[in-house]
Structures are given as C-alpha cells and as structure tokens.
C-alpha cells in the first residue's frame, strides 16, 4: 500500500512540475498604439483581423502594418478621426509575425509619407 501511494505523489509531483514548466503557444488578440498617440491597430487572433482606427484629430491618418517574413504590408485608414478601418488578413496559420500602429500623410503610395518615428510594433501568433 506504501508504494501505491508513492507512485501517486511521484505521479502527482510530475505532472505539476510538467504544467508548471510547459509553455504553450496560444494566440492572443493585442493593441498596438502609434508611439506619441493618434493611432490603435487592434489584432484579433481568431480571423486574423486587423482593426485600424484614428483616435485624433491631429490631420494625420492612421496606419496599420505588418511584417509577413521579409515583407512589410501597409493598411491606410485616412477617413478622419474617431473612424475605423476592418483589413481580413487571411495568414497562414500558426505563424509568429510582427504588426503595429502608425501616423502617415499620404502622398500616394503605400509608404510615402510614412512618420517612422510614430511606429510601434508588437509580436503575435496567428490561430
């Protein structure tokens, strides 16, 4: 009956020491904001959708970005102040990538007119 009950707390120690040690990849929506304020790109894990949104009346747009390998990908959202813009992106799933928020002044193309100093970015895994 001893032994019996040593297995049990051997048993019971290992699997609480494994659960306690294991991580997991899990997905998680997140909120990146424009370094200074003006933007919000909000990520929702499942989907992969992408809400980008202008939270000031500063004449700038705000702009939601990400980084898919080597390759970075813009979403504009020029519509003014207090306005939201929905990007579906559809990624691969299971991958770590980076998105964030941004200021730009739009001078017709993706990139121009971009203020890098506003850009902040965070880490994320899709579903």
Do not use: C
Request: no cysteine; aromatic share 14%.
């Amino acid at each position: 009956m001893k032994s019996l009950a040593r297995i049990a707390v051997v048993g019971a120690v290992a699997a609480a020491i494994a659960t306690a040690t294991s991580t997991v990849a899990v997905a998680e929506d997140a909120t990146a904001y424009a370094a200074g304020g003006g933007a919000k790109v909000e990520w929702v894990a499942y989907g992969d959708d992408m809400y980008i949104t202008d939270t000031s009346a500063d004449g700038h747009s705000a702009v939601g970005t990400y980084q898919w390998g080597e390759t970075q990908y813009f979403y504009w959202n020029s519509n003014g102040n207090g306005t939201t813009r929905y990007v579906n992106l559809n990624l691969t799933e299971h991958t770590y990538f980076a998105f964030g928020a941004m200021l730009g002044d739009w001078q017709g193309t993706p990139t121009g007119g971009l203020l890098w100093r506003t850009l902040n970015t965070l880490d994320v895994w899709t579903t």
